[in-house]
């Protein structure tokens, strides 16, 4: 620990994010990083287990069975090609995820940026090379809410694994409800041509690792992977920090 955090440290103790108390003894700590959560508090995030479906990475409730196509992806195929996401949004994450984007606490991104890389680096055999692009927020949204905080969890892990970072050609045009509340058909229908492609030369033929921080139903990530393939992308991966069981 350098002079400097360990001075900033002892003036302004840090806390767990999600239960606030003091992180004297019990910081959360993995492969060398300190994360901002409590170790009791880090140990109640829900990771997401097989079986589950290799598609879009639902789990299923049986803790038997092996991994199998559900029946959403068996009907439609998805645009992308896999989804996946570490735990499930509930208890300690899905309060950390809210103090990161409603309490704007953006020094989470380093903790939350972490989990999110370790994931995908265990996930994706190969990352370098690709191109990774976070889901954008529509510029109203951006200027209500100052960061998008699918950029800040992709700023941390592109360098990390290597891959470009291209935040810039997908685009929102246009404002949509949050997906939250609405019902299935009413959610696809929702954020359908809400994204558009700037410059389709970028993802030909390349790649790509599309971050978000959450998902439900999974159809954000499947418009923008639509967009991406109809302007010839190769390979779309999804990847969320947390995501609903059901979908
Ligand atoms: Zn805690
Ligand atoms: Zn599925």
Redesign the pocket.
């Known amino acids: 620990m350098s002079i400097f955090r360990h001075f900033i440290d002892l003036i302004y103790p840090p806390r767990?994010s999600?239960?606030e108390?003091f992180l004297w003894k019990n910081r959360a700590k993995r492969d060398q990083q300190e994360l901002l959560?409590?170790e009791?508090?880090f140990h109640g995030f829900s990771e997401i287990t097989s079986p589950l479906c290799p598609i879009c990475g639902r789990p299923f409730v049986s803790e038997v069975d092996e991994d199998h196509l559900c029946e959403n992806c068996l009907r439609k195929r998805p645009y992308y090609d896999a989804m996946r996401a570490p735990y499930l949004y509930e208890g300690g994450i899905m309060a950390a995820i809210h103090q990161f984007k409603y309490a704007r606490k953006s020094h989470l991104a380093n903790s939350l940026g972490f989990l999110l890389t370790s994931f995908a680096k265990k996930w994706l055999d190969k990352t370098d090379g690709t191109l990774m692009m976070p889901v954008p927020l529509h510029p109203r949204k951006l200027r209500e809410r100052n960061f998008n905080q699918s950029l800040l969890l992709a700023r941390y892990a592109a360098p990390l694994l290597g891959t470009e970072l291209d935040f810039l050609s997908l685009k929102r045009i246009r404002y949509t409800q949050p997906q939250t509340g609405l019902k299935k058909d009413q959610r696809r229908k929702n954020v359908r041509k809400a994204f558009d492609l700037k410059n389709p030369d970028v993802v030909k033929g390349r790649d790509i690792i599309l971050v978000d921080d959450v998902t439900t139903t999974g159809n954000t990530l499947n418009e923008c992977a639509r967009v991406l393939k109809k302007s010839g992308a190769k390979n779309v991966f999804c990847v969320a920090l947390a995501r609903t069981a059901v979908g």
């Open positions: 767990c999600i239960c108390k959560f409590c009791p508090c």
